[in-house]
T-cell receptor, first 115, second 113 residues
Framework: AQSVSQHNHHVILSEAASLELGCNYS??????LFWYVQYPGQHLQLLLK??????LVKGIKGFEAEFIKSKFSFNLRKPSVQWSDTAEYFC?????????????FGKGTHLIIQP | NAGVTQTPKFQVLKTGQSMTLQCAQD?????MYWYRQDPGMGLRLIYY???????DKGEVPNGYNVSRLNKREFSLRLESAAPSQTSVYFC????????????FGQGTRLTVV
């Protein structure tokens, strides 16, 4: 089965700082890639997804992610964060045609934005 | 509002008791999922149903059973609850299983004492 690594478990930034959250996966074949966000006390919401095509994907709330196949990475970025971006962020990977084991999530990155 | 609805939101069980978590979606999605979320572990797939009439084990199926009652509903049953099953449970749905879950329910916080 594939694995997903999110390198930073906790990130603290000031408002207006730029954000990049790392995500790497282990599967060598074709993948679908996702970023989810979970605001405090709420359920997960899909931020953005990559299936094919342009490797730079734009999502909701000004987030974007770039798929770099050679690096097995799908890093999440935002040029200027806001206090309301404080949340837990999860990267997830799904193998395409690789078997019936669904979506694998990373352990999450807890992002705190200080005003 | 369209989405995924889970019940109950909170539950406390004694070890050995049984219960069923209910999930329904009204988006005509083919695939439905049950995940558990534990601190520092991310989300782990318990079972999923790629389409109506099919169910498959995920990463952590032991101690659980599921039923895809119809296209809308996907329930998770704990036959004999154990403290290790204390967790937050999320149901999710998507158009197709290889597209990943697009919508999540609000979650069920289960405590087994």
């Amino acid at each position: 089965a594939q694995s997903v690594s999110q390198h930073n478990h906790h990130v603290i930034l000031s408002e207006a700082a730029s954000l990049e959250l790392g995500c790497n996966y282990s599967y060598g074949g074709t993948v679908n890639l996702f970023w989810y966000v979970q605001y405090p006390g709420q359920h997960l919401q899909l931020l953005l997804k990559y299936f094919s095509g342009d490797p730079l994907v734009k999502g909701i709330k000004g987030f974007e992610a770039e798929f770099i196949k050679s690096k097995f990475s799908f890093n999440l970025r935002k040029p200027s964060v806001q206090w309301s971006d404080t949340a837990e962020y999860f990267c997830a990977v799904n193998r395409v045609g690789g078997g019936a084991d669904g979506l694998t999530f990373g352990k999450g990155t807890h992002l705190i934005i200080q005003p | 509002n369209a989405g995924v609805t889970q019940t109950p939101k909170f539950q406390v069980l004694k070890t050995g008791q049984s219960m069923t978590l209910q999930c329904a979606q009204d988006m005509n999605h083919n695939s439905m999922y049950w995940y558990r979320q534990d601190p520092g572990m991310g989300l782990r797939l318990i079972y999923y149903s790629a389409s109506e009439g099919t169910t498959d084990k995920g990463e952590v199926p032991n101690g659980y059973n599921v039923s895809r009652l119809n296209k809308r509903e996907f329930s998770l049953r704990l036959e004999s609850a154990a403290p290790s099953q204390t967790s937050v449970y999320f149901c999710a749905s998507s158009e197709g299983w290889d597209r990943g879950p697009a919508f999540f329910g609000q979650g069920t916080r289960l405590t087994v004492v």
